[in-house]
């Protein structure tokens, strides 16, 4: 079985500019999220979806991040603008259902602002 | 949102049975105990997780005190490859709860050959 997908795995930018990250979860889960870890801390749910529908978004920074899940299927997560407080790993999970399944992570994506 | 409490880091010998403790004295009757890990450079992924009752599985055991405040994630034979950060999380399975991970800093498994 395919694991969570993601892309890119780097990212290098400059403040102010703006960034998308791409997520593909394990075929047949529902609920997909979208996880922020800075460097020393746990993660941190910014945004869950149940197909593709917002289940809970109370964490994400929504003037400057967006993130959709088109088909219930793939989702992207974009950042505009981009601050330096913004570096961190970007790691997208997928679920069965929510609630009572395991999330599968995917490997992240390492994003640098400078 | 209950919390747990872990310690921030521990050691252990390789080959030797490692005891990861955890504290949630503000559990409620409809959290269940997860664990999870993180290996360097990975996202994390799951381990166990039970309710009120003793569970095994191919990767730990989840030993849970009779009174759900505290439980002991337990590898029994640790390897190198078990070095990682384990995170011991309350996940709410109440109705109308999105069920969503709220980790903590975690405990960070040194594993010495």
């Known amino acids: 079985e395919a694991g969570v997908a993601q892309s890119p795995r780097y990212k290098i930018i400059e403040k102010r500019q703006s960034v998308a990250f791409w997520c593909n979860p394990i075929s047949g889960h529902a609920t997909l999220y979208w996880y922020q870890q800075i460097l020393g801390q746990g993660p941190k749910l910014l945004i869950q979806?149940?197909?593709?529908?917002?289940?809970?978004d109370s964490q994400l920074p929504k003037d400057r991040f967006s993130a959709e899940r088109l088909k219930g299927v793939d989702s992207t997560l974009k950042i505009q603008p981009a601050k330096l407080e913004d570096s961190a790993v970007y790691l997208c999970?997928?679920?069965?259902?929510?609630?009572?399944?395991?999330?599968?992570f995917g490997p992240g994506t390492r994003l640098t602002v400078t | 949102d209950a919390k747990t409490t872990q310690p921030n880091s521990m050691e252990s010998n390789e080959e030797e049975p490692v005891h990861l403790p955890c504290n949630h004295s503000t559990i409620s009757g409809t959290d269940y105990i997860h664990w999870y890990r993180q290996l360097p450079s990975q996202g994390p992924e799951y381990v166990i997780h039970?309710?009120?009752?003793?569970v095994n599985n191919r990767m730990a055991s989840l030993a849970i005190a009779e009174d759900r405040k505290s439980s002991t994630l337990i590898l029994h034979r640790a390897t190198l490859r078990d070095a990682a950060v384990y995170y011991c999380?309350?996940?709410?399975w109440g109705s109308g709860n999105t069920g969503k991970l709220i980790f903590g800093q975690g405990t960070t498994l040194q594993v010495k050959p």
């Open positions: 999970a997928s679920s069965l259902l929510a609630r009572k399944y395991e999330q599968y």
């Open positions: 999380i309350l996940r709410d």
């Open positions: 979806f149940q197909n593709n529908g917002v289940v809970d």
């Open positions: 039970g309710l009120t009752s003793n």
